[in-house]
């Protein structure tokens, strides 16, 4: 299944790729991830902090999945407000999810910051508006529950959204400790830092799960095998193994890159946009003074997704643009259609098979997939030294 169809704008970004070999022999480790994305570099980047020796083997070319097609916007928000996932998972461990995920957009900062080349990391709060005046309601909900617990938001009028962005919204919520980055090359610096720690990486790598012989999980390729005590599955929205009944599907959104805009003084902090109808549209800035704008999600992969259906949204999502920003003078540079997975409680997949010892898994499921794969990289490397973490319950498999 293709991950994604037309123009990305990412690799564009990326003056040098690394290149892995692929694997041609038998090999033994401690710990071996399957998928080189962005749940699998985050994963690689924790591990190599630790004394186990550790393979990460991607079936096609670093980063090339979904990574490639992420808009990069890291938010702890869930697209359930906190008050909504209170009422449904308790208001104490959705409280925690949340802090849990505001931590980890601070340590995507930590490890971001010392990577080269740069990966475009930026801090920026996040304007999350009322499409209509139905919402206005949930958002001063939102905003008592946020402010509760400690976090910091401020509830913005009418009038006060025109005067900071010069549009017209019924309310809105600008929340802080959310950022941006260019994930594909967060990814491909992630893995090469690691790789430079000793973590062996492969690419063009397939692997098939062959079973358990002793202490170690047996995987084979055309040509060689990897032989693991513990296992770790980032495969991202491509195919998971034994996991048809966790509770999640596979959807598409559409996202667009445009060319430059000279001035963005309207847009006060440059603050990731988004709104409460669903599907949302979504939009933030680039280094470079680009928008990278997002939605019109469909339910289904179903449909021709050809280069005609993807022209047709990306000019929706250009018109959307400039329903907020009339005056910018710009035009799509490129557009693209991603299949994304979500959970039927917004929660990622975070743990141990519930019938497999040793065989884990980090699936990012929801808006917030890089967020996600901090907080489960962290997790998992906490599980396999048996240590389980606080909030592991909150996303595990067979909750």
């Given amino acids: 299944m293709r991950l994604h169809n037309g123009d990305l704008y990412w690799p564009e970004t990326v003056e040098k790729r690394h290149e892995y ?25 924790e591990l190599s902090h630790k004394p186990l ?18 808009t990069g916007l890291l938010q702890y928000s869930n697209d359930k407000m906190l008050h909504e996932m209170a009422e449904e998972i308790g208001e104490e461990e959705a409280v925690l999810f949340y802090k849990l995920c505001l931590q980890a957009v601070d340590e ?35 905003c008592e529950m946020l402010n509760k617990h400690g976090f910091e938001v ?33 990814v491909m610096a992630l893995i090469e830092t690691a790789n430079v720690r000793d973590v062996d990486v492969y690419e063009n790598t397939e692997l098939t799960e062959e079973g358990k012989e002793g202490e170690y999980w047996c995987f084979a390729s055309p040509k060689g095998r990897i032989m693991a005590k513990h296992v770790i599955y980032s495969t991202g929205y491509g195919s998971v193994p034994d996991l048809s009944s966790i509770g999640a599907e596979l959807n598409r959104t559409y996202a667009i890159a445009t060319t430059p805009v000279d001035h963005l003084e309207r847009w006060s902090y440059q603050s990731l946009i988004w709104e409460t109808k669903r ?9 470079d003074n680009r928008i990278i704008a997002g939605g019109l999600d469909q339910e289904e992969l179903t449909g021709t997704l050809d280069e005609g259906v993807i022209k ?23 557009a693209w259609a991603a299949s994304f997975g979500e959970s039927k409680d917004g929660l990622p997949f975070i743990g141990e098979h519930p019938e497999k010892e040793n065989i884990f898994f980090c699936l990012g499921y929801g808006g917030n997939g890089t967020v996600y794969s901090k907080l489960g990289a962290k997790m998992l490397c906490e599980l396999i030294h048996g240590n389980p973490s606080e909030g592991a319950s909150i996303v595990k498999l067979d909750r």
């Fill in 53 to 70: 020796k550790t393979v990460l083997a991607e079936k096609g070319r670093i980063g090339s999945g979904s990574s490639s097609a992420n």
């Fill in 154 to 186: 401020e509830f913005y009028d009418k009038e006060r959204i025109k005067e900071r962005f010069g549009f017209e919204k019924p309310a809105a919520l600008m929340t802080h400790g959310d950022a941006e980055v260019n994930p594909l090359k967060l």
């Fill in 312 to 334: 047709d949204r990306g000019i929706k999502l250009l018109d959307k643009i400039k329903e907020h920003f009339p005056d910018f003078d710009l035009e799509v540079s490129h």
């Fill in 279 to 287: 599907p949302y549209f979504y939009m933030r800035t680039t280094a």
């Fill in 108 to 142: 995507l900062q930590q490890v971001s910051g010392p990577l080269s080349p740069p990966v475009d990391f930026i801090r920026r709060p996040s304007l999350y508006y009322a499409s209509d005046e139905t919402d206005v309601q949930k958002l001063e909900k939102e």
């Fill in 21 to 45: 070999p692929s694997l041609s022999s038998d090999i033994t480790c401690d710990v071996l991830i399957i998928g080189g994305g962005m749940a699998g570099a985050l994963v690689a980047e």
